[in-house]
């Protein structure tokens, strides 16, 4: 089987429809292998089950480390979605097999109870993934509803999956697939002088070693990127008193992932924003580079002015 999706391993399973019965895949579903962090071994899971009274298996699994695994073609029906559940969401149809409908993304999550967030490399992997799926399928760019889309697996069975894929950064998603056409690349002119790949999904800046990872580099590369934040000058900053949050100081502007508006409270959706550098913990950190900037110069001019008297 050549793979789909540019860049993907392929460990392929027998446990699918062929063809899909004649239908085309209108929804996106995705599911978290609970108990599982690598995309190699949950596929290999998958095909050890062909043959058996429970056979398994996905179109992609997506590991901790943002690799990608293929294991059923896109145009045949992964076996993924078994039944529906009193309560599932009123546009499916009891009446047809939801496999020959979806594609299906298995995110790989260590917990048995799929409480994990997705890693910085898992997440932009997996919205990447999506967004190529999407295009290549014209699936809907949303929420499912009955003209298609994108879900969890919870939207078919809330009553024995109300917790896959587990906690997902859903706005973040609608916010890449908005601005997808525009997001920045690392091939980008505007980028390529000033990045790095940088491991694990992070961007590494060439000049100072600071790297932007995660939601902050998700925003970074939706909004602008150096051509309007500049590049990073420091790492994500981690403030006790704030948990969950992660703070970078840029040249132009300072980026706050705080998805649950601890620090501030804009009037914007998602999962990041720029933090105010007048007021509050932006300033007092502004304040601070400030002076850490002042005392590494005072020093220099220190040195130099007793270098000279020799």
């Known amino acids: 089987m050549v793979p789909d999706e540019k860049g993907a391993l392929v460990i392929p399973n027998n446990n699918f429809t062929p063809h899909r019965d004649g239908l085309r895949p209108r929804y996106i579903i995705l599911h978290s292998s609970a108990g599982g962090s ?24 997506i590991g901790c480390d943002g690799s990608i695994v293929q294991c059923v073609a896109e145009r045949d029906g992964a076996w993924a979605n078994r039944t529906f559940s009193p309560g599932h969401d009123v546009f499916w149809d009891e009446t047809s097999d939801p496999n020959l409908s979806t594609i299906s993304l298995d995110l790989c999550k260590p917990s048995h109870d799929n409480s994990d967030m997705l890693t910085g490399a898992q997440q932009m992997a997996c919205f990447q993934l999506i967004r190529n799926i999407c295009r290549r399928w014209q699936i809907p ?21 109300q917790q896959c ?13 908005k601005e997808g056409q525009r997001m920045l690349e690392l ?13 694990d999904g992070s961007w590494l800046c060439n000049s100072n070693g600071v790297r932007l990872r995660g939601a902050n580099l998700l925003f ?23 948990p969950n949050t992660a703070i970078v100081l840029c040249e132009r502007a300072m980026l706050a992932y705080d998805p649950d508006r601890k620090i501030d409270t804009p009037l914007m959706s998602g999962q990041c924003y720029l933090l105010p550098i007048t007021t509050g913990i ?23 002015q007793i270098l000279s008297r020799f």
Do not use: M
């Open 187 to 199: 091939t980008d002119p505007q980028v390529a002088p000033f990045f790095s790949a940088g491991g």
């Open 38 to 61: 690598h995309a190699q071994v949950v596929a290999k899971y998958f095909a050890s089950t062909e043959g058996s009274a429970d056979p398994l298996s996905s179109h992609y699994v």
């Open 220 to 242: 970074y590369r939706c909004y602008g990127g150096p051509r309007l934040f500049g590049i990073p000058l420091t790492n994500e900053i981690y403030l006790p008193q704030y």
């Open 282 to 304: 932006g300033q007092q950190l502004l304040l601070q580079r400030s002076n850490s900037l002042i005392q590494s110069l005072t020093t220099k001019l220190n040195q130099i």
């Open 165 to 177: 894929p587990g906690p997902f950064p859903w706005d973040p998603l609608w916010t890449f697939l």
């Open 141 to 161: 760019l949303r929420l499912a509803d009955a003209d298609g889309g994108i879900t969890g697996h919870f939207s078919l069975d809330p009553l024995n999956r």
